[in-house]
């Protein structure tokens, strides 16, 4: 019998995306699967829509708003399944998104979570910010991709279409085992939102679990590209999660330098916001570090601890990609890592 799949897409406030966008998860192909709205405590209509309209779709009710992390976290509590697709209420899916996926996972038992290709629902010729062709991770923590470096997203003309081993794999359509996802407690919940994906994938690679990228799946993401520079509590998570996780997933002796010299890259990245006068992305950087000292010496114990001996990671790169991109001018994934696109 086929593994049964449940695509879980959390929702709040997201009605407009529900409605646009729901008819496509409804049309999946692949069978067995069951579709569920998560609500986090929405606001809006969203859920008198889908009594009214998709009735057949079953709905959990979160008391709360719990964030990405938090709500996920308590929703698939209760949904029973071999997999779950963490799915962005803004994401359009094609018909037979998810049989290429779940093919690959269940030809290899040691595959713990896939995305699939992602590209930009606006301009459906480009890679999407989150997760692109899959996600990778330089050597002092920033997340890169197949396809977007920064804030640069490449044209996709089919050179990232080879199916991966990744470092990360996007939290918009997170293909995962519900098995793993349970074993690992999943998601790291005072993540809230932002970077909990990443944090979740390096847990699982470091007990031996790969993360996959399968290009044959594409999906298209509304997203909202680069963090929004006024945006402060976005920006804050932004930066407070990023120290968060590598403090939790780095081998100690590599936290000992690393952390403290991303503390003065992102003092350097405030300083150069405030003097363009984005004085709101200076300050979020600021609050960003004092909540990660407060984490660090009153927080951390409630986070779950991997094994962090020194690990074989895939998609990790062992240079600085904000050196290759900035200094060096380099502007795509192929020149990142220097081969011809």
């Given at each position: 019998?086929?593994a049964?799949?449940?695509?879980?897409?959390?929702?709040?406030?997201?009605?407009?995306y529900l409605?646009?966008?729901?008819?496509?998860?409804?049309?999946?192909?692949?069978s067995?699967?069951?579709?569920v709205?998560?609500?986090?405590?929405?606001?809006?209509?969203?859920?008198?829509?889908?009594?009214?309209h998709?009735?057949?779709?079953?709905?959990i009710?979160l008391?709360?708003n719990?964030?990405?992390?938090?709500?996920?976290?308590q929703a698939?509590?209760?949904?029973?399944?071999?997999?779950?697709v963490?799915l962005?209420?803004?994401?359009e899916v094609?018909?037979?998104?998810?049989d290429?996926?779940?093919?690959?996972m269940?030809?290899?038992?040691s595959?713990?979570?896939?995305?699939?290709k992602?590209?930009?629902?606006?301009?459906?010729?480009?890679?999407e910010?989150?997760?692109?062709?899959?996600?990778w991770?330089?050597?002092?923590?920033y997340?890169?991709?197949r396809g977007?470096i920064?804030?640069?997203c490449e044209?996709?003309?089919?050179?990232?279409?080879?199916?991966?081993?990744?470092?990360?794999?996007?939290?918009a359509a997170?293909?995962?085992?519900?098995?793993?996802?349970h074993?690992l407690n999943?998601?790291?919940?005072?993540f809230f939102?932002?970077?909990?994906?990443?944090?979740?994938?390096w847990?699982?690679?470091?007990?031996?679990?790969?993360?996959?990228v399968?290009?044959d799946?594409?999906?298209?993401h509304?997203?909202?590209?680069?963090?929004p520079?006024?945006?402060e509590r976005?920006v804050f998570?932004?930066?407070?999660?990023?120290?968060?996780m590598?403090?939790?997933?780095?081998?100690r002796?590599?936290?000992?330098w690393k952390?403290?010299l991303?503390?003065?890259?992102?003092i350097?990245s405030?300083?150069k916001?405030?003097?363009a006068?984005?004085?709101v992305?200076?300050?979020?950087i600021?609050?960003?570090?004092?909540?990660?000292?407060?984490?660090?010496?009153?927080?951390?114990?409630r986070?779950?601890?991997?094994?962090r001996?020194?690990?074989?990671?895939?998609g990790?790169?062992r240079?600085s990609?904000?050196?290759k991109h900035?200094?060096?001018?380099?502007?795509?994934f192929?020149e990142?890592m220097?081969?011809?696109?």
């Amino acid at each position: 019998m086929p593994a049964k799949v449940s695509v879980v897409i959390l929702n709040f406030n997201g009605r407009k995306y529900l409605e646009q966008f729901l008819p496509s998860v409804l049309a999946s192909t692949y069978s067995p699967v069951e579709v569920v709205v998560a609500d986090n405590a929405s606001t809006d209509d969203s859920l008198a829509f889908l009594n009214d309209h998709y009735p057949q779709v079953r709905q959990i009710l979160l008391i709360r708003n719990y964030g990405y992390a938090g709500g996920y976290n308590q929703a698939l509590k209760q949904v029973d399944s071999d997999y779950y697709v963490l799915l962005n209420s803004d994401v359009e899916v094609t018909p037979g998104w998810i049989d290429p996926v779940i093919a690959l996972m269940e030809n290899d038992l040691s595959i713990g979570a896939c995305q699939p290709k992602i590209l930009d629902f606006n301009r459906r010729d480009h890679f999407e910010y989150a997760g692109a062709s899959g996600g990778w991770m330089d050597c002092l923590g920033y997340p890169f991709a197949r396809g977007r470096i920064f804030d640069i997203c490449e044209q996709d003309h089919g050179q990232y279409d080879d199916v991966q081993k990744i470092f990360w794999a996007s939290g918009a359509a997170l293909f995962v085992r519900a098995s793993l996802y349970h074993s690992l407690n999943g998601l790291d919940t005072y993540f809230f939102a932002h970077m909990e994906e990443i944090d979740f994938c390096w847990r699982m690679q470091l007990i031996n679990y790969g993360i996959y990228v399968c290009p044959d799946s594409v999906v298209y993401h509304v997203g909202g590209g680069t963090l929004p520079k006024g945006n402060e509590r976005k920006v804050f998570l932004n930066f407070r999660n990023n120290m968060i996780m590598l403090a939790k997933n780095l081998p100690r002796r590599q936290s000992f330098w690393k952390i403290p010299l991303r503390v003065i890259m992102d003092i350097i990245s405030a300083w150069k916001s405030l003097f363009a006068g984005e004085a709101v992305y200076f300050f979020a950087i600021l609050e960003a570090h004092l909540a990660f000292v407060k984490w660090l010496f009153f927080m951390q114990g409630r986070s779950i601890f991997p094994s962090r001996r020194k690990a074989r990671l895939s998609g990790w790169y062992r240079h600085s990609v904000a050196w290759k991109h900035f200094v060096r001018g380099k502007k795509t994934f192929a020149e990142i890592m220097g081969v011809k696109s």
